[in-house]
């Protein structure tokens, strides 16, 4: 069982930045795909960045070169660094993660464990 705790969500101005953690329990980072998803209002949730448990990363293309995803190890915890924020990406953010792939995984269907969600408003 792995149990998953998403923080770091707030209120920002656009341009400004967030860091969003999500820290894991029951099983080291190390050995989970793991990945961030959003809900934007009205919207499916999204796909936002994954990593392997080899550390490949890939991004929806709306965040490129704004958002990065990384592993902290020695926090256990998967961290995904935004900048350079839009109203757009307001959302409530999920973390998720899947023990047995080594994948970079995109779909939520994907994934076995979920966080409860942070919340992030960017205003404009």
């Known amino acids: 069982q792995v149990q998953l705790v998403e923080s770091g969500g707030g209120l920002v101005q656009a341009g400004g930045s967030l860091r969003l953690s999500c820290a894991a329990s029951g099983r080291t980072v190390s050995k989970l795909a793991m990945g961030w998803f959003r809900q934007r209002p009205g919207k499916e949730r999204e796909f936002v960045a994954a990593i392997s448990r080899s550390d490949g990363k890939i991004y929806q293309d709306s965040v490129k070169g704004r958002f990065t995803i990384s592993r902290d190890n020695a926090k256990n915890t998967v961290d995904l660094q935004m900048n350079s924020l839009k109203p757009e990406d307001t959302a409530v953010y999920y973390c998720?993660?899947?023990?047995?792939?080594?994948?970079?995984?995109?779909?939520?269907?994907?994934?076995?464990?979920w966080g409860q969600g942070t919340q992030v408003t960017v205003s404009s």
């Open positions: 998720a993660a899947n023990p047995s792939s080594y994948s970079i995984l995109t779909y939520d269907y994907e994934y076995n464990y």
